[in-house]
């Protein structure tokens, strides 16, 4: 939970003295029986006790520094507020050291700490009866006071909005001093007053609205003296200040007690404790208030760091989120002048500024004209400069944002003064479009007010524009690539449309041999041959459709069956093709092969599983597997001989096929029985 919060790191810290040792030390420390060495700063301290607060034999040492302040008499508020004093003071001196995240996620830590503390502290008390009072008579006080502290504990630990924390701490306190009435004033450094901020008795309405100065009145006298103040008779005192309208007529006694950060010894405000009748307020009221006060300067000024960095958080997640929204946006468009033109609106809308303008250096890489805008009128549009030239030529030269908080005053402006009224911005800063070494461009964001724009907005600019000149080069890359793609589509098309006519020529030249061929066995090798160059002339022809160089399993299959189809037709035979559809892509430098391979079992089918066969099927069927497609032809003929092993009994077709297959496809080829015992299929598996 601690930075450094084990026992070797504490002992350390503490020159080295054992665990126990140093937790006796640090309840002496608490109960004002021992001080704080040189060198053993505040923070070190608060890191010390953070470490042991939940250590039973520290907790021992608190009881019996509890019990021996009964014995010497001191009072129960004296001992718990001088324990919540010096925690307080370590405490912060230890958040100071930290970070903001750190700082928040540390306060439940610091107030459970301070909580288990007092009461142990007080628990001790409660075992050794003071000598001064009947023990009967200091048990019940004592009992009291704990029951109010642990009250004001959990009201203060129970939330980390300062008006839920103020307006509970005014009732608790309230009933423990057994008063009416119990205010809360705060300390604002920017009007230099203290505002009332919580009430029990007084109007409602006066909470936020009723200030007092620094001297002024009996809280405003506390604050500046910095002491607390008892009042008996408060009209009668001259330091009073009365103010009409909140109902402070029925008040007679106050008790003021400054709530003052020790750490920094700076003010947060003032906690009044007042009674509508002459009363004379004891010691130990006087340091139970004092008590609340320490506790509620903690609780005060971790409440502001915890709104501070939690806005500061959000904010930031926002522009974060924003500009990772904006990136995502402008990266997923590679149209440019779509891209150009969400660059301009979104960089106005990031910042929250009325207008922007996208800056690109022309073909000379001299000068800057206006690409894109956002709000700007159409004359402001055909502005021009040169790189180093105005603000954004600067931010172009320098590669860094230049900031101009008033553009009617501010020299570096080289735009014309009638274009200025004319647009009527009045300030603006430019960042640079980089990208590696390369600078695009620049990006200019117009406010119509006076704005002295902060590092945060220009820092967020320069990272947006990062993003942008990225979308900006991608976009125009993706241009010219789209260009030379069309061309060398147009090539292609052309290249598969001749290849395909070579081949097809090839095969009527092939086909017309056989026919003159007078050798039973030349005429099916030609043919067969003209039938394996068909193929590929369509698989070709393929390719070269819509999505050039892709085709898909399915097409290939349905081209092949429809080769097989007509010179079926041709021969008279009524054997029945089925082929699935199968939607997988398949690219140009497998599709060929495949479509020889599938050729050939058809074909191996066709001569051997049905020769001699008028009728019969054949099976094309496709199916997508973990391990690739794996595509059957299956048929229903005399099936395999008895025996039968692929690598020994294969002929050349089937040669071929398991050559292409695992030279080719990165595939396998297997042949079996059909799946009824008829026929046989051979099954081809490989990744497209």
């Not at 008006?163 to 705060?186: G, Q, W």
């Not at 029945?576 to 060929?592: C, F, M, N």
């Amino acid at each position: 939970m601690v930075e450094g919060g084990t026992l070797d790191v504490i002992r350390s810290i503490a020159n080295h003295i054992s665990s126990a040792e140093l937790a006796e030390r640090i309840a002496l420390w608490l109960g004002d029986r021992e001080s704080v060495r040189p060198e053993e700063p505040a923070h070190e301290i608060s890191r010390i006790a953070l470490s042991l607060h939940s250590d039973r034999g520290f907790l021992e040492h608190l009881e019996r520094v509890g019990a021996e302040a009964a014995r010497r008499g001191m009072a129960p508020g004296t001992l718990a507020s001088g324990a919540i004093h010096r925690l307080g003071h370590a405490g912060n001196a230890y958040l100071e050291r930290i970070g903001p995240a750190q700082q928040a996620a540390m306060l439940a830590p610091l107030t459970a700490l301070q909580a288990s503390v007092v009461q142990a502290l007080m628990r001790g008390f409660a075992s050794a009866p003071p000598v001064q009072a009947p023990a009967d008579e200091r048990v019940r006080r004592l009992e009291d006071t704990i029951r109010a502290l642990d009250r004001i504990n959990s009201v203060i630990n129970s939330s980390l909005e300062i008006n839920e924390v103020l307006r509970h701490t005014v009732h608790a306190a309230a009933d423990m001093l057994d008063v009416p009435e119990v205010t809360i004033y705060l300390y604002d450094e920017s009007i230099d007053r203290l505002i009332l901020s919580a009430t029990r008795a007084l109007r409602q309405d006066a909470v936020g609205n009723t200030t007092l100065a620094l001297g002024e009145g009996i809280t405003g006298w506390a604050a500046h003296a910095g002491q607390p103040l008892v009042v008996r008779d408060a009209w009668s005192d001259p330091r009073f200040k009365y103010v009409p309208g909140i109902d402070e007529e029925k008040l007679r006694s106050f008790l003021s007690v400054p709530i003052v950060l020790f750490t920094v010894n700076r003010l947060i405000g003032v906690l009044n404790v007042v009674a509508t009748e002459f009363r004379d307020f004891t010691e130990d009221e006087l340091r139970f208030a004092e008590l609340i006060a320490g506790q509620l300067a903690i609780a005060v000024e971790n409440a502001r760091l915890h709104q501070q960095t939690d806005t500061a958080l959000r904010r930031k997640v926002e522009q974060l989120t924003t500009l990772q929204r904006s990136a995502r946006v402008l990266t997923s468009n590679l149209d440019l002048r779509s891209v150009l033109a969400m660059i301009a609106r979104q960089a106005a809308e990031l910042i929250g500024v009325e207008k922007a303008a996208i800056f690109r250096i022309d073909e000379t890489g001299d000068r800057l004209c206006i690409v894109a805008a956002h709000n700007l009128g159409s004359k402001y549009a055909t502005l021009t400069l040169k790189v180093g030239e105005g603000v954004v030529g600067r931010a172009v030269a320098s590669r860094a944002p230049v900031v101009v908080a008033d553009a009617r005053t501010d020299e570096r402006l080289s735009v014309p003064r009638d274009l200025l009224d004319e647009e009527g911005y009045r300030a603006m800063f430019s960042v640079p479009l980089v990208v590696g070494d390369h600078v695009l461009g620049g990006i200019s964001l117009y406010s119509m007010e006076p704005r002295p724009f902060t590092p945060e907005q220009t820092d967020l600019a320069f990272t947006f524009g990062t993003h942008a000149a990225i979308a900006m080069e991608n976009a125009r890359l993706f241009e010219e690539v789209s260009h030379g793609l069309e061309t060398k589509s147009l090539l292609l098309r052309e290249l598969h449309h001749r290849v395909k006519n070579n081949l097809q020529t090839v095969a009527a030249l092939l086909q017309m041999q056989a026919r003159h061929s007078r050798s039973d066995e030349a005429v099916a090798l030609l043919n067969l041959s003209a039938g394996r160059i068909a193929g590929m002339s369509r698989v070709h022809d393929l390719l070269s459709q819509d999505e050039l160089g892709l085709t898909t399993v399915g097409a290939v299959m349905a081209a092949m069956g429809e080769l097989v189809r007509t010179d079926l037709a041709a021969s008279g035979r009524r054997i029945e093709l089925q082929i699935d559809d199968a939607p997988v892509r398949i690219g140009s430098e497998k599709a060929s092969v495949f479509a020889l391979v599938v050729n050939e079992l058809l074909w191996n089918a066709l001569t051997h599983g049905l020769d001699g066969r008028a009728d019969g099927t054949i099976q094309l069927r496709a199916s997508v597997e973990d391990t690739g497609v794996t595509v059957r032809v299956i048929d229903d003929g005399r099936g395999l001989p008895p025996g039968f092993a692929l690598d020994r009994d294969m002929g050349l077709g089937l040669s071929i096929v398991r050559n292409l297959v695992a030279r080719n496809l990165d595939g396998a080829i297997r042949i079996a029985p059909g799946p009824d015992g008829r026929g046989a299929c051979a099954a081809l598996t490989f990744k497209p």
